[in-house]
């Protein structure tokens, strides 16, 4: 099936700093989403992007539709101690009935 | 607004034993997913259903069924369980026309066979 290869897999901060992770494919996605898990919960809808070369911002997020679509970024600036968490990116590519295939993760923990 | 309810959250199972994880959804989703989280792995879909009426096989289906009972309610049955399914199982639903919301995922269920 379709791999998604997410980078890197885990990351130690400092509060205040930005950080930068990207998702890779080995095929062509029409969409691409960004995921946040807390412990012991369930993930939760970050952004969305549904456009290559699109650039979307959430708050202190912003996140891009590479444009080869194959790929995607997220960025965080100015990390606070509640973005520790998993990230995770999604992507979707037509005919696969909604089906979205996951990246592997990256932790984040950030330290004061 | 409940969104995705997932039941049990916690469970342990005695290898051969058999259970049902249940998940309901109160947005009037049509698709909805079962999937399961290992450390590394990230999400694997073990089977979805489109819409009410329909499954299909995922990614990992082996070792599990499902039933689609109502649009609300997907059902997760492990028939045996075996500590290979040790696992973070969680239901998701969304619509597909409504896809620029991504999937509403439930809080899981933690699952240990021993």
């Known amino acids: 099936g379709q791999q998604l290869n997410q980078s890197p897999q885990s990351m130690f901060i400092q509060e205040g700093e930005d950080v930068s992770m990207n998702c890779t494919s080995s095929s062509i996605f029409n969409t691409w989403l960004w995921y946040k898990q807390d412990p012991g919960e369930g993930p939760v809808l970050l952004i969305a992007l549904y456009k290559a070369g699109e650039l979307t911002s959430n708050g202190r997020l912003t996140a891009q539709f590479g444009i080869t679509r194959k790929d995607s970024f997220l960025n965080i600036s100015a990390s606070i101690p509640s973005d520790v968490g998993i990230y995770f990116c999604?992507?979707?590519?037509?005919?696969?009935?909604?089906?979205?295939?996951f990246g592997t993760g990256t932790r984040l923990q950030v330290t004061l | 607004n409940a969104g995705v309810t997932q039941t049990p959250k916690f469970q342990v199972l005695k290898t051969g034993q058999s259970m049902t994880l249940q998940c309901a959804q109160d947005m009037n989703h049509n698709s909805m997913y079962w999937y399961r989280q290992d450390p590394g792995m990230g999400l694997r879909l073990i089977y979805y259903?489109?819409?009410?009426?329909?499954?299909d096989k995922g990614e990992v289906p082996n070792g599990y069924n499902v039933s689609r009972l109502n649009k609300r309610e997907f059902s997760l049955r492990l028939e045996s369980a075996a500590p290979s399914q040790t696992s973070v199982y969680f239901c998701?639903?969304?619509?597909?026309?409504?896809?620029?919301?991504?999937?509403?995922f439930g809080s899981g269920t933690r699952l240990t066979v021993v």
């Open positions: 999604a992507g979707r590519s037509t005919g696969t009935a909604s089906k979205l295939t």
């Open positions: 259903s489109a819409s009410e009426g329909t499954t």
């Open positions: 998701a639903s969304t619509n597909p026309g409504g896809q620029r919301y991504g999937y509403t």
